[in-house]
């Protein structure tokens, strides 16, 4: 049941949508097309697998993974952010939870119909899922698994699905590493997410890394799993003969460099900002690196 009674006998549209939280399906659309560019396969008469692929990962996978974290993060939420559908009540009864059931099944029948790579990278997206939020696993509790689990799913798991449907095999060894790089330093993007919860966190016994850590050093920690994947993407692309692509991915680190100077500062207040600044130019280095992908394993 949710947190408070509600006689509402069933959410309405607005608040369904509110906790499928259409802005967080942007991380996993995005790395979804990183994969797309980075495999270099001409997508004319497959926009059917692009566009499937990419409400896959946003609107069906990302929205469900919201769903369930809502529900079994209600109690949490009821002192961290009671407006939330769930505790709020706008949310009746055990909607939250049927409509996390709900979207695990479209997820994965919509998984089936991009072949074999699709539907196994759905599985495991759909078991991480679960295993963040749920008991007995509840990753969440451990602020290291936790992060690692999302960041993989985020950015890592998209990418190389895209690659791996459009190519119709396993992606070429230098597009699974660049992408393994890129979900490396997503762990610092949810430590940084984390800062928002941080009292609820404290108080029901969730070990995020803001909690175990403290604000100061966990913003510190972030910022270092932040930049140095984002180095070695650079000096891997350098040494595949793609120079102006590396410095491009060194540029956007710089300026990502100054903006964490000053998030050190205040890091419980400068969270959100970074989040909405700095994140911005990861995710742009992202595409740079996809499209030096592009052929890459050809040449």
């Known amino acids: 049941m949710s947190v408070r009674a509600s006689h509402q ?10 906790l499928l939280k259409p802005i967080t399906w942007f991380p996993p659309m995005w790395a979804y097309l990183c994969g797309i560019v980075s495999v270099g396969v001409p997508i004319s008469g497959r926009w059917d697998e692009v566009l499937l692929g990419v409400i896959l990962a946003g609107p069906l996978v990302c929205a469900m993974s919201q769903a369930a974290n809502d529900w079994c993060d209600r109690h949490v939420d009821a002192i961290n952010q ?25 997820s994965l029948a919509v998984g089936a119909m991009l072949g074999i790579w699709g539907f196994a990278a759905t599985v495991f ?20 698994w936790s992060n690692a689990v999302c960041a993989l799913c985020y950015e890592g798991v998209p990418w190389f699905t895209a690659a791996a449907v459009l190519s119709l095999a396993l992606p070429d060894a230098e597009i699974v590493v660049v992408a393994l790089l890129y979900a490396a330093g997503a762990h610092g993007i949810m430590t940084l997410n984390d800062f928002k919860a941080l009292e609820g966190d404290r108080v029901m016994g969730v070990g995020s890394l803001p909690v175990k850590l403290g604000p100061e050093r966990a913003a510190r920690l972030a910022c270092w799993v932040m930049a140095v994947p984002q180095i070695a993407v650079a000096g891997l692309l350098w040494t595949w003969d793609r120079p102006l692509y590396a410095l491009a991915i060194a540029a956007v680190l710089i300026v990502q460099l100054g903006l964490m100077r000053r998030l ?18 990861y995710v742009t280095g992202m595409m740079i690196a996809a499209f030096a992908l592009r052929g890459l394993g050809a040449a």
Request: glycine share 8%; proline share 12%.
């Open 264 to 281: 050190l500062q205040d890091p419980k207040r400068l969270a959100p900002w970074y989040n909405g600044t700095g994140i911005v130019l």
């Open 82 to 106: 009671p407006q939330r559908p769930i505790p709020s009540g706008r949310m009746p009864g055990r909607w939250g939870l049927w409509i996390a059931w709900a979207w695990t099944a479209l």
């Open 125 to 144: 997206a759909v078991a991480c899922a679960w295993a963040y939020s749920a008991e007995p696993l509840r990753l969440k509790r451990n602020g290291w």
């Open 9 to 18: 006998a069933t959410p309405d549209p607005a608040t369904v949508l509110e």
